[in-house]
C-alpha cells in the first residue's frame, strides 16, 4: 500500500488549504483514516480522524476549522482547513489503517509528508 499526499503550500493567516491522499496498491480493506502534523520544535499530534463509517474526531485546537472526509470509491482521505493560523504550520502526514490481504491484520501506513506554511 502506498500513500500519496499533497496539497500543502504556503497560505497567509485566515486562508484555506485542502490536503489531499490516496492509497494505492494491492489492499484488501481500508479501516480508519487520518491527518497527523508534526509542528517544528513540537512533537507530532494527531489532528483528525475518520472512520470506515464515517466518525470523526478531531483535537480541540481545529475544530470548527478543519474538517475531514474521505471517498472510500477512491480510497482517498482530505482535510479541508479554513481560517488557518500560524500555530498550523507544520508537516502534515496522512495515516491509513489497512489489511494488505484477507489473510493478513491491518497495519499503519503513512504518506511522505506535505509542508503547510502559514504566514503573512
Known amino acids: 500500500v502506498q500513500l500519496q499526499a499533497y496539497g500543502g503550500g504556503l497560505v497567509q493567516p485566515g486562508g484555506s488549504l485542502r490536503l489531499s491522499c490516496a492509497a494505492s496498491g494491492s489492499m484488501f480493506s481500508i479501516n480508519g483514516m487520518g491527518w497527523y502534523r508534526h509542528p517544528p520544535g513540537n512533537q507530532r499530534e494527531l489532528v483528525a480522524t475518520?472512520?470506515?463509517?464515517?466518525?470523526?474526531n478531531y483535537i480541540d485546537s481545529v475544530k470548527g476549522r478543519f474538517t475531514i472526509s474521505r471517498d472510500n470509491a477512491k480510497n482517498t482521505v482530505y482535510l479541508q482547513m479554513n481560517n488557518l493560523k500560524p500555530e498550523d504550520t507544520a508537516v502534515y502526514y496522512c495515516n491509513v489503517q489497512a489489511r494488505p490481504s484477507f489473510y493478513q491484520p491491518a497495519r499503519d501506513y503513512w504518506g511522505q509528508g506535505t509542508l503547510v506554511t502559514v504566514s503573512s
Open positions: 475518520i472512520t470506515s463509517a464515517g466518525a470523526t
